[in-house]
C-alpha cells in the first residue's frame, strides 16, 4: 500500500496550491482520508479529512474557509485546494488513510501515510 502525495511548492503569501494524494496497491474507497502537517520544531497537526463517500469533511479552524478537500475514488486520489495561503501554512504535507469510514482529527486513526510534500509560502 503506498500514498504517494504531489503539489507542493513555493508560493507567495495570498497565493494557492492544489496537493494531490494517490493512492495504489488496494482500493480506499471504502476508507476516510485525511490531511496533516508539520511545521518545523512542531508536531503534526490535523488539517482537514473527508468520508469515503465525500459527503462528509472537517477542518482544522486555522484553514477553515480557505482550504477544500476532495476524492475521486475512480481515480484512487485525494486532494486538498489551498487558498489564501498565509506563512503560517509553511509545513510538509502527508496525507493518510483509514482501514474505517473516518473524518478523524486524530492521527492514530490512520493506517497509511505518505511521505509528505512540502509547502512553503513566502511574505
Known amino acids: 500500500v503506498q500514498l504517494q502525495a504531489s503539489g507542493g511548492g513555493l508560493v507567495q503569501a495570498g497565493g494557492s496550491l492544489r496537493l494531490s494524494c494517490a493512492a495504489s496497491g488496494r482500493t480506499f474507497s471504502s476508507s476516510g482520508m485525511g490531511w496533516f502537517r508539520q511545521a518545523p520544531g512542531k508536531g503534526r497537526e490535523f488539517v482537514s479529512a473527508i468520508s469515503w463517500s465525500g459527503k462528509s469533511t472537517y477542518y482544522a479552524d486555522s484553514v477553515k474557509g480557505r482550504f477544500t478537500i476532495s476524492r475521486d475514488n475512480a481515480k484512487n486520489t485525494v486532494y486538498l485546494q489551498m487558498n489564501s495561503l498565509k506563512p503560517e501554512d509553511t509545513a510538509v504535507y502527508y496525507c493518510?488513510?483509514?482501514?474505517?469510514?473516518?473524518?478523524?482529527?486524530?492521527?492514530?486513526?490512520?493506517?497509511?501515510w505518505g511521505q509528505g510534500t512540502l509547502v512553503t509560502v513566502s511574505s
Open positions: 493518510a488513510a483509514a482501514d474505517i469510514d473516518t473524518i478523524s482529527t486524530m492521527h492514530q486513526v490512520y493506517d497509511y
